[in-house]
């Protein structure tokens, strides 16, 4: 093929103390080269061709030229000496310096910008690579210069390895020691991560992950801050950042005195960054040197307008500053970001003023006697005062996020806590659901500030579905920092309370059921008409009772196992009316033959009727009657007339007949014939 055709170099300009040496090709473009077709039949048939031609040459040349030839099978050189032509070999001339510029043309062959070297190259100075870009079809072993990074690098097959750190020309990061055999260095790995490597991994600047998997994540004891999508860099509040909330001192001053035992609470709020307490000023116009003021914090009771609540803290008695700032040390607390707090203070000078500021029910005050602080605060009396006076808090700031630059939409600061915060309210920006997401556990809505425990929709601040609220024994739900519902230490007493002064328990409902504990006996059930049911679970001798505050008296008692209702006074201011089953009435022998007798009314009071028959000539025996029910003892039996024969007869009830079950009415005088005989009568035990 005509490409493979071999090539002499010569140069006929070299000095003259070296050899001519002539450029041609095979086909003889020199006239001293015979144009002898190429065989094509076999390469051993053409080089002979050739080396006669080259004798030809050599003999025309003259003594000591010199000819190389380029053929397929490498470089074939003659020399022409003394008439002869002689073959050489590796050795036996010096190296000879040829320009590749003088070679462009006349090597190019399949690509005009291609060459091949079969063997070694070496390079007495440099070779420079033109940059480019990351070539798209690259050949194992190939090198480049990437024009973007400003590295070398060279393709093993699969991807292109950096070749060594590169020219840092710029915010160029930098992987060193890529390829570690000890497992001391960063191995890149494919698209689908093997074993986990040993090593260290350090990355400055702006980076993108598209996935990373690891086992833990140091924030070398800085904040860690998860970015939403386009947000700006974070504003940093370095921990132990000394910062204060409160008024320093006010613009206006009240009048001196009236501070002593004169308990006064301020309102602050924190930002987006929590903090440590550490202490409290108050500014004090006037006042003695040898008073004192303590201090506290308490925690905002979330009611509108909102009261001090729970006390958290307060400090020891120190001495007052007069004319200025008493400072005061308290005990750490941990203070939540958006939150508010009361700062108080009390003294025991009645001399001092106080400078303040305007507000709105910025402050609440009570009398409490100085040395002591309640808890809760508004135990008894709070009254607001539109003054924000000057009381601050000097605290601690924690690691967070915060300011005018955007939030982050997690930060973890330095000792743990941890901050979420959408950069646009949800309904969902906080969930935590099963392993299948099918299920949300746990649901935060920012739009309407509620939290749903197994509720996607939560309807109130704290929205509970499907599950129990377990608190342990002893521990109560408070609202506005009181106990409403509490248990006793072991379980036994559940309580619910009230304390608010003058507060009251009140229950709503169609019906109302205090049941036993298996619920198997109503104690107590008010239906939904008002009619109430007490009902013990065990007949009792005190099954109800109303004692007196002292518990020292039973004012009205009831013993369900006698059936005895026991009143220590009893006042009826209309009418007493009785009710049940009449007694039984029987005849005796002062009625006479075939008498009739009758009872209207109850085991407690009614009328006898008796109507004699015949033959009446003895006294005795009206009647004898018989309780309905039995009392628990034999009873008081009162009988008055009730007509002129019955006050005419004079009967009289015998008191020896008279039990538990029966009594008898009986009469002294003759009773007589077919005469109606009646009397009032009341019993009582």
């Not at 050599?58 to 190389?68: K, M, S």
């Not at 005990?331 to 108080?344: D, E, F, G």
């Not at 309904?427 to 099918?438: C, D, E, K, M």
Request: proline residues 4%; contains cysteine.
């Amino acid at each position: 093929m005509q490409n493979e055709r071999p090539v002499v170099i010569s140069a006929s300009s070299a000095p003259a103390d070296e050899q001519p040496v002539i450029l041609a090709d095979a086909a003889g473009d020199l006239g001293a080269l015979e144009q002898t077709p190429y065989d094509h039949a076999a390469d051993g048939a053409y080089i002979e061709q050739e080396k006669h031609k080259l004798r030809k040459l050599l003999i025309g040349l003259g003594t000591g030229a010199a000819v190389l030839l380029l053929a397929a099978g490498g470089i074939v050189a003659w020399m022409h000496s003394n008439n002869k032509t002689t073959s050489v070999s590796s050795g036996n001339f010096d190296v000879v310096t040829v320009p590749l510029s003088g070679l462009t043309t006349p090597f190019s062959t399949n690509t005009a910008n291609t060459l091949r070297v079969d063997g070694s190259l070496r390079v007495s100075q440099s070779i420079v690579i033109t940059p480019t870009s990351k070539p798209s079809n690259p050949l194992t072993g190939q090198l480049y210069y990437d024009k973007s990074a400003n590295l070398l690098s060279y393709y093993n097959g699969k991807d292109f390895l950096n070749v060594g750190a590169g020219a840092a020309t710029g915010n160029v990061t930098n992987i060193t020691n890529v390829l570690s055999g000890t497992g001391n260095g960063v191995q890149l790995q494919s698209a689908t991560p093997g074993t986990q490597q040993n090593g260290n991994f350090n990355v400055s600047g702006v980076g993108v992950v598209g996935s990373l998997q690891t086992s833990v994540i140091n924030s070398a004891g800085g904040t860690l801050y998860v970015n939403p999508i386009s947000s700006t860099a974070q504003q940093n509040v370095a921990a132990g950042t000394n910062a204060t909330l409160g008024l320093a001192s006010g613009t206006a001053t009240t009048g001196f005195g009236g501070w002593k035992d004169d308990l006064s609470a301020t309102k602050i709020s924190t930002n987006s960054v929590g903090g440590v307490a550490k202490s409290i000023g108050v500014e004090y116009k006037g006042g003695a040197a040898g008073s004192h003021v303590q201090v506290a914090i308490y925690d905002d009771d979330g009611n509108v307008p909102s009261r001090p609540g729970s006390l958290l803290t307060s400090s020891a008695i120190v001495t007052l500053t007069p004319n200025g700032t008493t400072t005061v040390n308290i005990p750490n607390i941990t203070l939540a970001a958006n939150t508010t707090y009361w700062l108080a203070v009390d003294t025991d000078d009645n001399t001092v003023a106080r400078t303040y500021n305007g507000g709105n029910k910025m402050s609440c005050f009570r009398f409490s006697p100085f040395g002591s602080f309640p808890d809760p605060f508004s135990v008894g009396s709070c009254f607001f005062d539109d003054n924000q006076y000057s009381i601050f808090l000097n605290y601690t700031v924690g690691s967070g996020a915060s300011g005018s630059l955007s939030q982050a939409s997690m930060v973890i600061g330095p000792t743990g806590q941890v901050l979420f915060q959408n950069s646009v309210d949800s309904n969902t920006a906080f969930q935590i659901q099963n392993v299948a997401g099918t299920s949300t556990i746990f649901n935060v809505d920012t739009i309407n500030g509620r939290i749903g425990i197994g509720r996607t929709t939560p309807t109130a601040k704290l929205d509970i579905a499907g599950g129990d609220i377990n608190l342990s024994n002893g521990r109560s739900l408070k609202f506005g920092s009181l106990q409403a519902i509490s248990t006793s230490s072991d379980g036994s007493v559940t309580t619910i309370s009230n304390f608010v002064s003058g507060g009251k328990v009140s229950a709503q409902a169609a019906s109302f059921v205090v049941q036993d504990a298996n619920a198997s006996h109503q104690n107590l059930a008010i239906g939904s008409n008002g009619a109430a049911v007490f009902s013990n679970l065990a007949d009792s001798t005190t099954g109800f009772q109303i004692q007196n505050a002292a518990n020292t008296a039973t004012i009205f008692s009831v013993d369900t196992t006698n059936k005895i209702v026991t009143v220590t006074n009893l006042t009826v201011t209309t009418h007493i009316i009785t009710s049940g089953s009449a007694p039984n009435i029987a005849a005796g022998s002062a009625a006479c033959t075939t008498p009739t007798v009758g009872v209207n009314g109850n085991d407690i009071s009614g009328i006898i009727t008796i109507t004699t028959g015949t033959g009446c000539a003895a006294n005795g025996a009206l009647a004898t009657l018989t309780f309905a029910n039995t009392f628990g003892a034999a009873p008081r039996v009162i009988i008055t007339p009730g007509s002129a024969t019955s006050q005419a007869l004079g009967a009289y009830i015998d008191d020896s007949t008279v039990s538990t079950t029966a009594f008898t009415l009986s009469t002294n005088s003759t009773t007589a014939d077919t005469t109606t005989y009646r009397w009032n009568y009341m019993i009582m035990q």
